[in-house]
T-cell receptor, first 112, second 113 residues
Framework: TQLLEQSPQFLSIQEGENLTVYCNSS?????LQWYRQEPGEGPVLLVT?????EVKKLKRLTFQFGDARKDSSLHITAAQTGDTGLYLC????????????FGSGTQLTVLP | NAGVTQTPKFRVLKTGQSMTLLCAQD?????MYWYRQDPGMGLRLIHY???????AKGEVPDGYNVSRLKKQNFLLGLESAAPSQTSVYFC????????????FGSGTRLTVV
């Protein structure tokens, strides 16, 4: 079983602070996605990255895919209370492209 | 568009009882998935389908069965519920198996007592 490790597991910060969460694997991803999940709801797709070294921005969120395609990071600038949620990375590994493997997530709480 | 609809939203079962969870999507997606989500363990794939009439096992298939008789519906069955199956179940669908994202339903919270 190929594993995705996310860190930190929990993160609590004040509104206006910056933060970075990480997603790592020992295997190469063919593609990687980030989702955000709010309580009582299913995950919602934020971004898909495919190319090593790729950087994508979504308003205050910046997603980076590692050059070797084994890791990814999500950086949030000037966090807002509305950013609170569970952030999940999910990767497709080379050789098992049909299956999306999820990490256990980073629970982010942004305090007012 | 409704997207992915799961029913029921909540259910309590006694050990040994059976039930079926229904997932319906209106996006004409070929691929459908059933996941379970447990604290600290993320989402784990139970079964999936790559098209009408097809099903395949995921990471944790034991104790579950699925059927995809119509393209828009994917059913998850528990024949004899066990307390270890207490979880939140999510259905998802996608356009293809490559780089498109999944659209998830809002989940079914199942408690087996």
């Amino acid at each position: 079983t190929q594993l995705l490790e996310q860190s930190p597991q929990f993160l609590s910060i004040q509104e206006g602070e910056n933060l970075t969460v990480y997603c790592n694997s020992s295997s190469v991803f063919s593609s990687l996605q980030w989702y955000r999940q709010e309580p009582g709801e299913g995950p919602v797709l934020l971004v898909t990255v495919v190319t090593g070294g790729e950087v994508k921005k979504l308003k205050r969120l910046t997603f980076q895919f590692g050059d070797a395609r084994k890791d990814s990071s999500l950086h949030i600038t000037a966090a807002q209370t509305g950013d609170t949620g569970l952030y999940l990375c999910a990767g497709r590994f080379s050789g098992s492209a049909r299956q999306l493997t999820f990490g256990s997530g980073t629970q982010l709480t942004v305090l007012p | 568009n409704a997207g992915v609809t799961q029913t029921p939203k909540f259910r309590v079962l006694k050990t040994g009882q059976s039930m079926t969870l229904l997932c319906a999507q209106d996006m004409n997606h070929e691929y459908m998935y059933w996941y379970r989500q447990d604290p600290g363990m993320g989402l784990r794939l139970i079964h999936y389908s790559v098209g009408e009439g097809t099903t395949a096992k995921g990471e944790v298939p034991d104790g579950y069965n699925v059927s995809r008789l119509k393209k828009q519906n994917f059913l998850l069955g528990l024949e004899s519920a066990a307390p270890s199956q207490t979880s939140v179940y999510f259905c998802a669908s996608s356009y293809d198996s490559l780089n498109y994202g999944y659209t998830f339903g809002s989940g079914t919270r199942l408690t087996v007592v």
